[in-house]
Structure formats: C-alpha cells, structure tokens
C-alpha cells in the first residue's frame, strides 16, 4: 500500500503541467551566412570562433587559426582576409 501512494504521488507530479521558461517567442539570436574573400589563405572560422575578438572600432575580426596557428585579422567591412599574425 505504501508503494502504491508512492508511485500515485510520482505520476501526479510527473505528469502536472509546468510552466515553461520559453513562452517568450521573441527572436533570441539569428544566424547568418556571409561570404568572406579568403584570399587564397584557410581560414578557420569553424572551430575556434570563440576564440575571436573584435578591435576597438569593430570594423576587424581577429580569429585564431589552428590549421598554421596564427591570428587572423578579417575586415567587417570589406569581408576579406585582411592580415595574418604568428604566434
């Protein structure tokens, strides 16, 4: 009997409705494609993107490359391969 009011009480709970965290439908983050002249150079913007980094007037990227570990410095503006630095 007491394993019995114990699995009532977990069906009950289980199956009550909750209140979601996400009834807000407003657009949260987007994703877009652009295309970037790589200037014959591979880039790695896959993997390592959150390793990026704007500068200070937010018209460059800089993104590191784990294919020749260096820093990749992509023009926002212009979208090309700008400049490499080593590490």
Partial sequence: MRYTIILFMVIIVGCAERANEFDNTEEIYSID????????????????????????????????????????????????FKKKAKI
């Fill in 33 to 80: 494609t652009v295309r970037i002249n790589s200037k014959n150079e591979i880039l790695d913007i896959w993997g390592f993107l959150s390793f990026s980094d704007l500068d200070s007037e937010k018209k460059s990227i800089f993104v590191y490359n784990s294919y020749n570990h260096s820093i990749d410095e992509i023009d926002l503006e212009k979208l090309e």
